[in-house]
């Protein structure tokens, strides 16, 4: 799995919520990672959350794969010029 964690740039007095969804990029969803997606909670004064995604080991020879998280829906705080973030699989098995 790997764990990707979301920081606020500066603590909130008040609650904040924002969802996450994990988009294809060259890695598939279901075949290369298990997809999340579902809405964070910071209390007031916490900065991070993680998001933890399963990656799924195919046992196939082929090149890396990436896949984004995208945030959205921000209440009690802004996203700003986030762009989705994207995580590379690094393919472990060995080619004949």
């Known amino acids: ?5 979301v920081t606020l740039t500066a603590p909130s007095s008040q ?10 990029g060259t ?9 999340v997606s579902g809405s964070l909670t910071f ?3 916490e900065i991070s959350k993680v998001v933890l995604v399963e990656i799924n080991d195919n046992l ?3 090149t890396n794969k990436t ?4 945030l ?3 209440t009690n705080a802004s ?10 699989i690094l393919d472990d098995d060995t080619c004949p």
């Open 1 to 5: 799995s790997v764990t990707i964690t």
């Open 15 to 24: 609650p904040v919520t924002v969802d996450f969804a994990t988009r294809d």
């Open 27 to 35: 890695a598939t969803e279901g075949h290369d990672y298990v997809g």
């Open 43 to 45: 209390q007031p004064n």
């Open 60 to 62: 196939c020879c082929e």
């Open 67 to 70: 896949f984004t998280i995208a």
């Open 72 to 74: 959205s829906n921000a």
């Open 79 to 88: 996203i700003g010029s986030h762009l989705p973030s994207a995580v590379t």
